[in-house]
């Protein structure tokens, strides 16, 4: 089924239920603008359920997205921990309600339209809590035979990196990696993860103790510079690499993910 047709396939599963009052969706959205394709669901189905998740109902409209950012239309419920949004860019997010934090948002689907293609089929990955940990065991192991395509290094000592761990408070998730290769290279797409010689804090960013709290870890694909997070700030989490374009604040760059999950991407994009 291709995307466009997902819409069109719920739409005639619908058929029959009783639709929405136009006026309950148009008061809805003046609190929380709504796109056209979603006031084609309410206009067949005033709460429709498929596959588990519900359309959030109108009366809930309202409070659920008063407490999302700005921009954010959320307009699904898992029924169970979190609510589906829409990003200013169109991304379907699972937000889990304790954490409704942009840097918390997990990306579920590229658009509405991807996302009902996953319902459709019954595909439920919002449901897999640990897919950062399930990353980060994928990367050791990738790590451990590296794939033709990257450039490794061979580890520096360990009393090396433990001396740069103390010194730039790097987490965890960067040491398991350096304990492997000191840096990385992926020729296909230019993206770089430094060695430790080349590891830099970023003292600009809030520190909670007594040093930096993130550092310039390489180079991201397009050639802007991935500031991987030591410590969990109000709107930015641990082990989250931001790219930070050349003259541009730590603050305005964009939240790739987990270092685990952006680095296995950068791995998989420079696969010939």
């Not at 860019?89 to 009902?116: C, E, H, M, N, T």
């Not at 770089?192 to 830099?200: C, I, M, V, W, Y």
Request: negative net charge; proline residues 10%.
């Amino acid at each position: 089924m291709t995307r466009p047709d997902a819409m069109e396939h719920i739409l005639a599963r619908l058929d029959g239920e009783p639709g929405a009052d136009p006026a309950d969706i148009d008061r809805a959205a003046l609190a929380r603008p709504m796109p056209d394709a979603l006031r084609r669901l309410y206009r067949k189905s005033a709460d429709p359920m498929l596959n588990g998740v519900q359309l959030l109902p109108l009366d809930d409209y309202a409070d659920v997205n008063a407490a999302l950012p700005d921009g954010w239309v959320g307009f699904a419920d898992d029924l169970s921990d979190g609510w589906f949004a829409l990003t200013p860019d169109g991304k379907v997010v699972w937000l889990d309600r304790s954490d409704l934090r942009p840097v918390a948002a997990r990306q579920i689907a590229g658009s509405l339209a991807a996302f009902l293609d996953l319902v459709l089929a019954g595909q439920t990955p919002w449901l897999d809590r640990d897919a950062a940990m399930s990353d980060r065991a994928a990367l050791k192991a990738l790590l451990d035979t590296p794939p033709p395509w990257i450039d490794t290094r061979p580890p520096r000592p360990d009393d090396q990196i433990e001396a740069a761990r103390r010194q730039l408070h790097l987490p965890h998730v960067l040491l398991e990696i350096l304990v492997r290769t000191d840096g990385l290279f992926i020729p296909a797409t230019g993206a770089r993860l430094f060695g430790l010689s080349d590891l830099a804090p970023e003292l600009a960013v809030p520190s909670p103790w007594n040093g930096p709290a993130a550092s310039h870890i390489g180079r991201t694909p397009d050639d802007r510079s991935a500031l991987l997070m030591a410590a969990d700030l109000p709107d930015h989490k641990a082990d989250d690499v931001i790219a930070v374009a050349t003259g541009q604040s730590w603050q305005t760059g964009r939240v790739l993910g987990p270092l685990p999950t952006v680095v296995l991407t950068w791995i998989k994009e420079g696969k010939p």
